[in-house]
């Protein structure tokens, strides 16, 4: 049974980061490509980043590229996010997810698996 388990999330001032963690199992997490996804009150759930498992590749919506970086620790079957110079409008649940590729991650594309989400609060 795969599981993806985010961690992380919390509350934090603008201008502030934070590190979301996504700890996967159940599946081949070296060949399994991963993306981070993020729904505000209201909205629809948007693309935020994704990597791939063998090469690396990674992409970034823009509007936090500069900001946010995905990476990802085979070794720990993990996938991170990292969070820089967060802003209110960055507040959101943000998912975990695992695909086929990143470039249809990036789609909406070939996504098999979800997370339960974690929180993060942008506010002063």
């Known amino acids: 049974q795969v599981q993806l388990v985010e961690s992380g999330g919390g509350l934090v001032q603008p201008g502030g980061s934070l590190r979301l963690s996504c700890a996967a199992s159940?599946?081949?997490?070296?060949?399994?490509?991963m993306g981070w996804f993020r729904q505000a009150p209201g909205k629809a759930r948007d693309f935020v980043a994704a990597?791939?498992?063998?090469?690396?590749?990674?992409y970034h919506t823009d509007s936090v590229k500069g900001r946010f970086t995905i990476s990802r620790d085979n070794a720990k079957n993990t996938v991170y996010l990292q969070m820089n110079s967060l802003k209110p409008e960055d507040t959101a649940v943000y998912y975990c997810?695992?695909?086929?590729?990143?470039?249809?991650?990036?789609?909406?594309?070939?996504?098999?698996?979800w997370g339960k989400g974690t929180l993060v609060t942008v506010s002063s």
């Open positions: 997810a695992a695909g086929r590729t990143a470039s249809g991650i990036r789609r909406y594309d070939g996504i098999d698996y």
């Open positions: 159940g599946l081949t997490f070296s060949s399994a490509s």
């Open positions: 990597i791939s498992g063998s090469s690396g590749m990674s």
